[in-house]
């Protein structure tokens, strides 16, 4: 079993699931993982990266040749009027990146510098983008990454993995339409873009496609049409659609059609249009080297493994740093009789506290080992 103190960690996930901060708030929750790692006297800590993220170095005993990065995520979500909660499971992961830093702050590699990094506004998927451009530190191409994500749903401990996508790239598109405003009467005298608004909610969720090789999805989330007011014709609309695809590129090429689509109904009804994207994530894609260093590490401390089949369709700003190193996500199961992410009776099952942190550590000593095989063992 690795070197970590249990106990500890439970409370410390009690004490961060109590904290609960909203993305770009998460001040309490940055000050508290700092106060954490500081227990524990990493050779570095460097906070309010890209926001309120937080980094703590691990250095290597002799020189680094390498480097691993642990990233857990500090944000939380809205919860009934004016509150927030952690119903993603983020407390859980913090927590299990302390128990990596407990296990390496007493155990550092020969050769490989660990860092245990904590993002910011993963929710929305601004963090990582933040933390990657903040010129106030900087990490050597040849990090490798590593991250989880607890599934509920899922056999409690179960690791699942694979090798290519292992999530969806997704981005909110926000579509505005402007016509002119006449007496309800006489809406001959002015552009109602209504028209445009049905069209556009039949022909942009057509672009959807089902099969895996070419999946897209077009969702449409939110429409606004005036204003209860039946004096009048509006001039004004807005349309918002969530759209998923399973790479990058084809995200593009989505983007595209839409836009395309998008200006020519809006030029049919003679409107002026604006078209705005956000909350982008980009597809999460695992290297198959540390994947075969995943699948053993599980198979030597007797964890169960499952091979996804399929991409999970869901998104996570975790994407931003594969794009730009190396590394892997996996999911945990959390349960299959646990409450869904986001649902709110969820709750982190602090039974995957020990098993996230093993698996962590034992991927890592796999990796590690193929690059250095006559030290650390």
Known sequence: MAKINLPDLRKVRKELHDLAELSNHEISTSAFIQSELERLSPNNIINKIGGHG???????KTASKSTYVIRAELDALPYGA???????GHDGHMTIALGVAQYFASTPLDYADV???????????????????DKRWS?????????LHNLPGKPLGTVFCKAGVFSAASVGVVIKLEGITSHAAEPDNGINPAGAVAQMLQQLPALTNHDTKDFQLVTPICVKLGDLNFGMSPADSMLGFTIRTLDNARMLELQKKIEELAISIAKEHHLKIQIEYHEKFDAVENNQNVLIALKEACKNHQIKFQEMELPNLWSEDYGCFLTHHKGLMFGLGAGETAA?????????????ISIGVQIFIQTISQHYAKQFPNNDK
Do not use: S, W
């Open 54 to 60: 937080i980094v703590a170095k691990f250095k290597a």
């Open 115 to 133: 860092y245990v990094l904590f993002q910011p506004a993963e929710e929305t998927g601004e963090g990582a983008n933040r933390m990657l451009n």
């Open 82 to 88: 004016d509150g927030q909660k952690h119903l993603c």
């Open 139 to 147: 990490l050597p191409k040849n990090a490798i990454f590593l991250a």
């Open 340 to 352: 869904p992410l986001h649902h709110p009776d969820y709750t982190f099952p602090d039974d995957l």
